[in-house]
Nanobody, 124 residues
Framework: QAQLVESGGGSVQAGGSLRLSCAAS????MAWFRQAPGKEREGVAA??????????ADSVKGRFTISRDNANAKKTLYLQMNSLKPEDTAMYYC???????????????????WGQGTQVTVSS
């Protein structure tokens, strides 16, 4: 059973950068979601098991980069966030599916395991 632990959130000014990490024991399709107060949880980015294919929400393309390190025993998922905007403010969650391929990468119901989240706050 995958266990996910996020880290790296914090507060930053607009235009700044943050790097989120997610320690995971699983080996499947993984993704980052975010949820702002009063809004639905939305998919930010996803990466296939071997790291060979990625998907991004239109709102973060060109600014965020998802990657994973499968080389170590404790697989790690990353989200490098650059040129942050106030609208990026949300709780960010790491998620893992029970499948290797990210068939429905932006559908929360596709992912079986979730971390507890890490807060990202971007001020203008």
């Amino acid at each position: 059973q995958a266990q996910l632990v996020e880290s790296g959130g914090g507060s930053v000014q607009a235009g700044g950068s943050l790097r989120l990490s997610c320690a995971a024991s699983g080996y499947t399709c993984m993704a980052w979601f975010r949820q702002a107060p009063g809004k639905e949880r939305e998919g930010v980015a996803a990466i296939y098991t071997d790291g060979g294919r990625t998907n991004y929400a239109d709102s973060v393309k060109g600014r965020f980069t998802i990657s994973r390190d499968n080389a170590n025993a404790k697989k790690t998922l990353y989200l490098q966030m650059n040129s942050l905007k106030p609208e990026d403010t949300a709780m960010y969650y790491c998620a893992a599916a029970s499948q290797r391929f990210c068939v429905r990468w932006d559908d929360p119901s596709f992912f079986r395991y979730w971390g507890q989240g890490t807060q990202v706050t971007v001020s203008s």
